[in-house]
């Protein structure tokens, strides 16, 4: 089996260009702001140390005390 020279220049171009392309990109670390120890959970990127995290489903009672509605 003969390999012609241009395939052989072709592949070399092409192994060239791949590095040229791979050592020009940027590589970014993915996180999980979750895990971060750093800031109250709940509260944006940026925002102050007094940042508080609202409840998800604040307790309601559901009727007044004086409509006495849950048998009291």
């Known amino acids: 089996m003969v390999i012609s020279k241009k395939t052989v220049i072709q592949s070399f171009a092409l192994m060239i ?20 120890t750093d800031e109250p959970k709940g509260c944006p990127p940026g925002s102050p140390p007094s940042c508080k995290m609202q409840p998800a489903n604040p307790y309601t009672r559901g009727c007044e005390p004086s409509h006495r509605c849950r048998g009291d």
């Open 17 to 36: 260009i791949i590095a040229i392309v791979t050592s020009t990109t940027e590589a970014k670390t993915i996180g999980n702001p979750a895990m971060r």
